[in-house]
Nanobody, 123 residues
Framework: VQLQASGGGLVQDGGSLTLSCTDS????????MGWFRQAPGKEREFVAS????????YYADSVKGRFTISRDNAQNTMYLRMNALKSEDTAVYYC?????????????????WGQGTLVTVSS
């Protein structure tokens, strides 16, 4: 699994962005996937995750109802649609693959951590 997140940028408060995570490896559909973020001076936190076939999804309370996670296994790509963005959503966003039987909302269940993509929400 070799992951690359993209799609970040500068957006105004209330705006929308869609992030993409592309897997250049050949086992994308074998793994659950997740989005995480790290704001300046803060620890990395869970944002959303999705099961291998896309039927199961999980969200942090802070993004529930505003963000939507999805995946296209044929394209080896996962997405995060972010609506109604707030300044507190400003962070570097990372994607990662889930391994083992751990929780879908636990950072320790996910690896590897590729390069993130910066999302900046201006108020």
């Amino acid at each position: 699994v070799q992951l690359q997140a993209s799609g970040g940028g500068l957006v105004q408060d209330g705006g929308s962005l869609t992030l993409s995570c592309t897997d250049s490896g050949r086992t994308f559909s074998d793994n659950g996937m997740g989005w995480f973020r790290q704001a300046p001076g803060k620890e990395r936190e869970f944002v959303a995750s999705i099961g291998r076939n896309g039927r199961m999804t999980y969200y942090a309370d802070s993004v529930k109802g505003r963000f939507t996670i999805s995946r296209d296994n044929a394209q080896n790509t996962m997405y995060l649609r972010m609506n109604a963005l707030k300044s507190e959503d400003t962070a570097v966003y990372y994607c990662a693959a889930k391994y083992g039987y751990g929780s879908y909302i636990d950072l320790n269940s996910f690896k590897p951590w590729g390069q993130g993509t910066l999302v900046t929400v201006s108020s």
